[in-house]
């Protein structure tokens, strides 16, 4: 795979890189593996907070009208 990263940005990775003893493939790996988690996390949450509101949409209702 090939990427094309704006200069700026490559630069930026090259220093982090460096800075950390590690090549750009090894950041932009570690770096997409925690926009997956995030990505991942972030859905889990969403799905947990609709099963929530369809489970107490009754009591929500109530609270709202109270």
């Not at 795979?1 to 700026?8: A, K, N």
């Not at 969403?46 to 609270?63: G, I």
């Amino acid at each position: 795979m090939t990427v094309r990263l704006p200069q700026e940005l490559d630069s930026a990775l090259e220093a982090i890189a460096r800075q950390r003893h590690i090549s750009k493939h090894a950041a932009l790996i570690e770096a997409a593996d925690r926009f997956v988690r995030q990505e991942s996390k972030t859905e889990r949450v969403l799905a947990s907070v609709d099963e929530t509101t369809r489970d107490y949409a009754d009591l929500l209702q109530k609270l709202e009208d109270a």
